[in-house]
């Protein structure tokens, strides 16, 4: 029997599992009979956690919601914090914020992103989705699709995250909402010269011109000045640039016992002070004249802003890690670790602490600024008939990306250096002498890294048909429809290095100052970069003209994709008196990509490459839902999903390294889709407003997925060790969620206020990464364990909650480089939130995030011992008022 065949001989067996077990009950009472208490009218979070479980209990599908039916409802302050705290969700965080979303144990590349159902550009390279850009202002309701159905757009193997925003005919709030207060981040607080408060401002306006048009339009300003510091280690020797076969590892043997031992490149730590702000202006219209006919407009645009200032100590660039460059595995780095008073500590022939002399500390003064762009935007018509329904949409949207990178660099050489960051140690290096009282000689070039461009542009159009056919037949509408997308994203970076003038940087010019909180290391050094730049590299140490395209850095993917659905609703008494819906169809999708890059073949030659490829699939899909009356539910779905291959990757450049070690990288034009077949499993019992306890099952068997490869390649003689992302081979995934969530309905008094939401995910898989090539990484996104419990309390005016996130260790790509892929060590959040309403019209929020600083920590190359990040965020603090009217 094949592995789809036992898939499908499964969701039969549980089909007949769960009729026998209900047969052995009494007859269920009527859906409406678990509602038989006390009516209670609730606003606020209760309203918004009721409204969600009505969505989840009335879909065919087993989903996950979020509902904010009144503007400003949500205790957060992104919708990414909202997503976060769904069952079997986590989130990645970008300077301290949740940003990528990750679900049921794969990473954000296997996660489709929707607003209203279209599918939106990305300033990503990729095409992963930055939910922290969508405030929660803007957004009336989230649905994370979990399993799926012939209707949704294909593309979410993971799950498909939908935004709704606000329908404004459909809406019952007050016209106007107003937000604004401060935010404080603590993170930054060591940083001279760098405020810590930002703030946060709202406002919408939804107005009912008569009673078949209405119009909302909804404003957001937000500036953070989330600074923080990040510790980083740069890998080590035997990882990123594994040798071809046969030739000389990187490595030395140190302690001269036969095997080769692995020493880092080096390490940095970087303060970053952050000036980010973030405009956005949403707006929409809705006109009914009939029963019949009716159409929406909708559009959002959104511009951030980020300046980094960056003040930066490298250790051991020059010295620590340098390559075997002698005979019989004894290089010049052997030489170091090996001097006189010199010590260092091993693990599994690892160097995770030594004491070395001589070494290079480098001071780093750079600026990163970013400006994106995002704009999206639909119109969509409904017409009814007695038995028709016909809707056609159309949207538009556009991301584009600018960001620079300038950096001045001197060095000084202490005595002494000594550093530790082995598994559960805080990250710690000392220094004989402090570098303010060294020499600071600039005799590096320095950095102009950019403009660095990106750019991509969606286009859409579907149609979609759903035909009822009435009356008490089983069959109850049948939908079909087609869709047409047209993707362009495109690439092109420039650089240039200034030339060092061997001047020796003045100490007035200098600053030196530590952090209190994050890795223990000496006082950072920080001074006006332009005025350090004068000397360092002479006028115009940045001028933009001087910089010249980084050739391998330009490509262009062009992917087209049509396709078309056919999907029949089914209703009808089932076994043991439940009432059986659901649906079966399948969806056809193809795909055309047209690549184009240039390839690098040796140092200074390039050769211009396009590619096509194109691919179809058919994916069928079905999905059950028994109700058994008095809330109980099960739900089962089967169905055949893919996600399509990252965009970034699809290019058709490659870079190659100029010195030794000769490494590269490049894309793969002719990737395929990750593909896999699901089941879905669900039992839920609400048994009260706003209670749930439900338990659902999921396997996923993988056919196909994406990693990253190292091959030997040779280029005009030289052989270069060239990473690029391929197609693998097959595994599984399978997990359980448990949910439970109620009011303290059953306590006396006061307690019956409170309330708890909770969740609890546990996955298993035998997929892995294909690196390291000797002990692959666990596939991106995989957290075995992953928890949530809220503790909320609603009484009239005051609403609060405390909220505990948990995940264990899984991996994920740091950046924007797929091949980039680091482990995220296990993390405990804890957050609070309050409300106190005034009066009808105004009401006050307090917010306090990363209650405890949960600090960061990554690891590479599947080793603890082996530091990848480590970063101290801080906590924010956030006070608005808000005012309806």
């Known amino acids: 029997m094949t ?71 949500l205790p957060d302050v992104t919708i990414a914090e909202s997503i976060a705290r769904l069952p079997g969700v986590n989130a990645t965080r970008d300077r301290g914020n949740d940003s990528q979303a990750v679900v049921r144990g794969l990473g954000a590349r296997l996660v489709l992103g929707t607003i209203n159902g279209r599918e939106v550009a990305s300033s990503e390279p990729d095409r992963n989705v930055r939910w922290e850009i969508y405030p929660s202002e ?86 953070q000045k989330n600074g923080y510091g990040s510790f980083t280690g740069w890998g080590y020797n035997d990882s990123n640039a594994r040798p071809p076969a046969g030739a000389s590892d990187y490595s030395s043997d140190l302690n001269r016992d036969g095997k080769l031992d692995a020493t880092p490149w080096g390490a940095q730590m970087s303060a970053s002070r952050i000036d980010q702000t973030r405009t956005g202006v949403s707006g929409g219209l809705q006109y009914k004249p009939t029963d019949n006919f009716e159409l929406k407009a909708d559009a959002l645009y959104s511009k951030i802003k980020i300046t980094e200032v960056q003040d930066q100590t490298v250790w051991g660039a020059n010295n620590w890690g340098n390559w075997n460059t002698g005979t019989n595995n004894i290089g010049w780095n052997d030489g170091v670790y090996n001097a006189a008073g010199a010590s260092y500590t091993l693990i599994n022939n690892t160097v995770v602490a030594a004491r070395l002399p001589f070494s290079s500390v480098q001071t780093v003064l750079a600026k990163y600024s970013e400006d994106k762009d995002l704009f999206a935007g639909g119109l969509n018509g409904k017409w009814t008939s007695d038995l028709w329904t016909v809707a056609g949409d159309l949207s538009y949207s556009k991301a584009e990306r600018t960001n620079t990178w300038k950096a001045v660099r001197f060095e000084s050489y202490p005595t002494w250096t000594s550093f530790d960051w082995r598994a559960g140690k805080t990250p710690t290096i000392t220094t004989s002498q402090d570098s303010l009282s060294l020499t600071q000689t600039a005799d590096l070039a320095g950095s102009y890294d950019g403009p660095e461009h990106l750019n991509d542009e969606l ?37 240039y290095a200034p030339t060092a003038t061997g001047a020796t940087i003045p100490a007035s010019m200098l600053t030196a100052y530590t952090l209190s909180e994050g890795a223990n290391v000496p006082a950072i050094l920080t001074g006006d970069i332009d005025k350090i730049a004068a000397i360092a590299y002479g006028a115009n140490a940045f001028d933009v003209s001087k910089a010249t395209e980084e050739l391998a850095e330009r490509w262009t993917v062009q992917e087209r994709v049509y396709e078309g659905y056919g999907k029949l609703n089914f209703a009808a008494d089932g076994p043991a008196g439940a009432w059986v819906s659901g649906n079966i169809g399948a969806r056809v999708v193809h795909t055309q990509t047209d ?72 894309g793969n034009p002719n990737l395929k889709p990750f593909e896999a077949t699901q089941f879905d499993a669900s039992a839920e019992y609400y048994f009260r407003p706003e209670a749930l306890v439900a338990l659902s099952y999921y396997y996923k068997d993988v056919d196909s997925y994406i990693g990253w490869k190292q091959t030997p390649v040779v280029f005009g003689g030289q052989t270069y060790t060239v990473a690029s992302p391929a197609n693998g081979g097959s595994g599984h995934i399978q997990g359980v969620e448990l949910t439970f969530q109620t009011p303290f309905f059953f306590l006396p008094g006061p307690l019956s206020k409170f309330g708890i939401y909770s969740n609890y995910a546990h996955v298993e898989s035998n997929l892995k990464e294909f690196s390291p090539a000797n002990n692959p990484l666990r596939m991106t996104g995989l957290a075995k ?36 892929l680091q482990t995220l060590e296990s993390e405990k959040t804890l957050d609070f939130s309050s409300s106190y309403k005034i009066s009808e019209n105004v009401s006050v929020r307090l917010q306090v995030n990363n209650l405890t600083n949960e600090t960061l920590r990554m690891y590479r190359d599947n080793d603890p011992n082996r530091i990848g990040r480590y970063d101290s965020y801080g906590r924010r603090y956030l006070m608005d008022v808000t005012f309806k009217f």
Do not use: C
Request: no cysteine.
């Open 3 to 73: 592995r789809h065949s036992m898939l499908f001989a499964a969701a039969s067996g549980l089909a007949m599992l769960v009729a026998a077990s209900a047969h052995a009950q009494t007859t269920p009472a009527p859906a409406g009979d678990a509602a038989q208490v006390e009516e209670v009218v609730v606003t606020g979070v209760r309203k918004s956690l009721r409204d969600a479980l009505a969505v989840k209990q009335g879909s065919d599908k087993v989903v996950e919601a979020i509902s904010a039916k009144d503007i400003g409802v």
């Open 595 to 666: 690549s184009e890059g240039l390839q690098q073949n040796t140092v200074s030659a390039f050769v211009a490459a396009t590619v096509s490829n194109d691919y179809t699939d058919v994916l069928p899909s079905a999905n059950a839902k028994l109700d058994f009356g008095g809330g109980k539910i099960v739900r089962l779905g089967l169905a055949k999903v893919i996600a399509r291959p990252p965009l970034d990757e699809l290019r058709a450049s490659r870079s190659l390294s100029n010195w030794s070690p000769w490494t590269g990288s490049a």
């Open 785 to 820: 364990h992953t928890a949530t419990v809220d503790l909320w309390y609603a009484d009239g005016p005051i609403e609060a909650r405390l909220g505990w996130k948990y995940h264990s260790p899984m991996t994920v790509i740091y950046g924007w480089n797929g091949s980039d």
């Open 138 to 223: 803007v957004v009336s309701g989230v649905e994370v699709y979990k399993s799926q159905s012939a209707d949704l757009i294909a593309g979410g193997v993971a799950a498909t995250i939908n935004i709704n925003t606000i329908a404004p005919l459909d809406y019952r709030g007050p016209a106007f909402v107003l937000r604004a207060g401060p935010v404080y981040y603590d993170g930054g607080k060591d940083i001279p010269n760098y405020g810590q408060t930002g703030y946060r401002a709202s406002g919408s306006w939804v107005h009912k011109i008569n009673d078949d048009l209405a119009v909302v339009l909804g404003l957001t300003s937000q500036k």
């Open 459 to 495: 286009k859409a159009a579907a149609l979609d048909f759903t035909r009822d056919f009435g009356g008490d037949g089983a069959f109850k509408s049948v939908q079909f429809g087609v869709r047409a997308s047209d993707r362009v994203k495109s690439h092109s970076s420039f650089s």
